[in-house]
């Protein structure tokens, strides 16, 4: 028998191949279309049958998924094994060709597996991150689903520039990841932000809900989303959202709220009283009155402390350390409010004028120890 096969500008001549392996080869062809067949009559049914009766559809789809690329390589199983008959009577122009389209094609099948599939896995991922405890995954899970269907893609290419441009994988792999590098040093700050944010959640630096002193920021912040590049942030005083790459959180100092070491719920309140032209026995004692306010006060914890700090110039500097047993930051500031009343109330007591030419000063200032996980009452 001869043959003459043209391909890709190639003329190619097959001469005189035994007419028995023709025959078997064609044998080989038919008996795979017969079996591709059988398996989606038989083989496939059964399977849908079985995945019909489960709760999940999670099974049905991955069985319509592989239905058709199965029967695909079928096919392509039966070309091969009649390639393999062929092979000696063959030019080595025609197995090389014969090689690399059964390949091509056996990579395309697999990677529209992999395509097809991909928002599958994404479902069980997502399903399985439901149930761990870190956000990370969360995260990360709807972005799996896209690599993958771009890896397919991109291992599609390679190997048919491989097989119709005659490069080798090689070198296109080399070109491939030569413009990795390239978009890489484009992109180097958007990418520095996805590692960013991994160290965000590896860390635990701060969460979803967490109330934040950030640098450069002067009212406090609470989390409201954090993204693959960004922090969402909402500023409590004015209810407006401010929106910071994910860089710039790790990069500056964080003061979270939400994060104690102690299991109980604590917000603390540091208030710095100076008062002019008293005398160490009135000091003593306005200290000894404001040590009681836990037992006046609903909510301030036992752990309050308050002491005669330091003289400044002529003023008796006295440091008030106190701490609200509370999540909340309204509570919180009706904490602080009726200290600073009861602090008014015990400088009336001893007779001290406030608006005298020397004067009393009440400089507050705030210590997070503990925040609100949930602040969705301010």
Known sequence: MILSITWLNLDISVDDIPSFKVAL???????????????????IKYLEKATSQTETELDDELIAILKQPLNWLIVIGGIWIAKLILVGELNPNVNQA???LINLSSTAIVAWIIFRASPLLGKVLKNLALETETELDDLIVPYIPKLFQTLA????????????????AGALIGLVGGTGITL??????????????????????YRIDDVLKVQGIDKLVQVRNIGIRSTTLCNLSQNTLIRLPNSKMIGGIIENWS?????????????????????????????????????EIDDLSD???VWFSSINQNARVNKIQAFAQ???LKTHRTIWHKINLRI???????EIELFSSTPIAILPTVEAIKTPADISSN
């Open 259 to 295: 994060q104690n070491p102690d299991a109980e719920d604590l917000l603390g309140i540091d208030i710095t009283l100076q008062i002019d032209d008293i005398s160490a026995v009135q000091t003593d004692r306005i200290c000894k009155t404001i040590s009681t306010f836990p037992q």
């Open 98 to 100: 014969g090689d690399n």
């Open 153 to 168: 893609i991109a291992i599609v290419v390679l190997k048919a520039g491989e097989v119709l441009l005659g490069a080798s």
């Open 326 to 328: 509370t999540n909340n």
């Open 303 to 305: 752990r309050f402390m």
């Open 25 to 43: 080869a064609i044998v080989i062809i038919t008996l795979a279309q017969i079996l591709r067949k059988l398996f989606s009559a038989i083989i």
């Open 184 to 205: 890489g040093l484009l992109l180097k700050d958007i990418v520095y932000d996805w590692f960013c944010t991994l160290i965000i959640f590896s860390d635990s630096i």
């Open 344 to 350: 008014l109330k015990v400088m009336e007591q001893e």
